[in-house]
């Protein structure tokens, strides 16, 4: 399978679901910053996880930050994984290792280039795969499913997009995409595309709807890399809060935006993040970002990024298929879609308005201009949004900012921040200096530096933030208080 080797120092983290407290080598400390001392605030708490092996990548972390699991090499392209202090198994390698939520269950790939299977929660399933595919869970962690690729099958089409649900094999595609559970967890729909570019709409193993291939070559599929497995982002699905389904497609008009049986929005061209402009002899019919697509957590909104037909390059952002505001900006946001509020009553977006020029648009209200944005996200009640962006030259450009005003000092890097539902305090890491020293902190105070954040900022309890970091080799815990 396509995996990365596990002889190197380590890989780049990923922040990713979360699990139960190791159990061994587990070292409770009262820790009291300066900054909360000085204040006569309660201390922050570090946990000391584990001690990391000399060569290792892929940590982990569960949902509620208590377990932790890693890839520990053993020889060349070979290594097993620790899971809570125990070793997993020897396999040729492994990747993509994800803790389900609220189960808590432990799912990863192995296996070699050409007899790859998934693990799921202790059980091999496959053994022909190629390359992995995106893991996604029903909201209790109880149900999974994933889309990924196999080997062609000896003289037979070249079906290699498999879909698994629940321990069992659904079908074989020359193409389909990720995924997706309804709110209860009692629903799986994806779509699939045959060799002859016949697209349809499966939910729970039968085929819901049915869509012809457009004629027009502004609407043609744009390739992605060989070896995906599915066929994100151009094709999509996803459950609304209501239970509504949102599907992206090709239909005999071009591309559309579904909402059950009822179009939202139909376009010409769908442009990709590698290809974000529409070629100029397919300009005179509205366009689809198709990256962008987005959904509220728990309201039946969906919103993305089309652009208006004619010459000149002019992007808005629409809700369920109406412009949220007056805003025409001069191309898509592509490193993040636009950001709803849970609730999807609040959108946020950065809007480029020229070359040099970068306002963040909140409930069209307009801030800026920057120079560049990163890392939006509104807290979960909706009250408050954090962004991070730049403003002044190098090396210390970032800082963040809530409601259009700089809430830190300068930084060389920023990460995502999460802001605290009901308080209004955010929590951050940064990078001080380019190469030097990060640090995490809590609105305009400095905590303490790591070497990499694994799990967070995140919020388990009120008045509490909570970070996986590493420092070294040791794999620590922290919670500290917002207040």
């Not at 296996?111 to 998934?118: A, E, F, K």
């Not at 499966?202 to 060989?226: N, S």
């Not at 139909?266 to 990709?272: D, L, M």
């Not at 002019?314 to 949220?324: T, Y």
Request: one cysteine or more; aromatic letters at 10%.
């Amino acid at each position: 399978m396509h995996y990365g080797s596990v002889t190197g120092k380590r890989a780049e983290p990923r922040v990713a679901t979360i699990a139960r407290r190791f159990a061994i080598t587990v070292l409770v400390l009262s820790l009291c910053m300066p900054v909360a001392c000085a204040r006569g605030r309660r201390g922050a708490k570090k946990v000391h996880l584990a001690r990391l092996p000399a060569q290792y990548q892929t940590i982990t972390i569960s949902d509620d930050a208590r377990s932790y699991a890693y890839v520990e090499a053993v020889r060349e392209g070979e290594g097993f994984v620790v899971h809570d202090g125990k070793h997993d198994g020897t396999f040729p390698a492994m990747v993509g290792l994800t803790f389900a939520p609220e189960t808590r269950k432990l799912f990863y790939w192995a296996g070699s280039d050409m007899d790859g299977y998934l693990i799921a929660d202790g059980t091999k399933i496959g053994g022909d795969l190629v390359h992995e595919g995106k893991l996604v869970f029903s909201p209790d962690g109880r149900r999974w499913a994933t889309t990924c690729t196999a080997r062609p099958q000896t003289g037979g089409p070249r079906k290699r997009a498999v879909v698994f649900a629940d321990g069992k094999e659904l079908g074989r595609y020359a193409g389909a995409s990720v995924p997706t559970f309804s709110p209860d967890g009692r629903h799986l729909a994806y779509v699939v595309v045959d060799e002859g570019g016949n697209a349809s709409l499966i939910v729970d193993g039968e085929p819901r709807a049915k869509y012809a291939p457009p004629d027009d070559p502004c609407a043609a599929r744009l390739e992605g890399t060989p070896s995906e497995p599915s066929l994100w982002p151009q094709f999509q699905v996803s459950y609304l809060a209501d239970g509504s389904l949102v599907t992206m497609t090709q239909d005999p008009d071009g591309w559309a935006i579904y909402r059950g049986a009822t179009r939202l929005a139909s376009y010409g061209p769908s442009v990709i993040q590698k290809h974000p402009e529409v070629r100029e002899s397919c300009r005179g019919t509205p366009a689809v970002a198709a990256w962008s697509l987005t959904t509220a957590e728990k309201a039946p909104v969906a919103a993305w990024w089309d652009r208006l037909p004619g010459s000149e390059e002019r992007w808005r952002v629409v809700a369920n298929g109406k412009p949220v505001d007056a805003f025409v900006c001069a191309r898509p946001w592509s490193r993040q879609p636009p950001e709803l509020s849970s609730d999807g009553e609040h959108i946020a977006y950065p809007c480029i308005a020229d070359a040099d020029h970068i306002l963040v648009v909140v409930d069209g209200l307009r801030y800026g201009p920057y120079v560049d944005v990163w890392a939006y996200v509104w807290a979960d009640d909706g009250a408050e949004l954090v962004y991070a962006a730049a403003d002044e030259p190098a090396p210390r450009p970032w800082r963040y900012y809530v409601a259009g005003r700089p809430r830190t000092g300068f930084f060389s890097a920023v990460w995502r921040p999460r802001i605290e539902a009901g308080s209004g305090r955010f929590a951050w890491e940064a990078e001080l200096e380019r190469g030097g020293r990060k640090v995490l902190g809590v609105d305009d105070r400095e905590l303490t530096s790591f070497d990499d954040v694994l799990w967070g900022p995140g919020f388990l309890r009120r008045g509490w933030a909570t970070w996986i970091i590493r420092r070294g080799r040791r794999l620590v815990r922290l919670d500290v208080p917002t207040g």
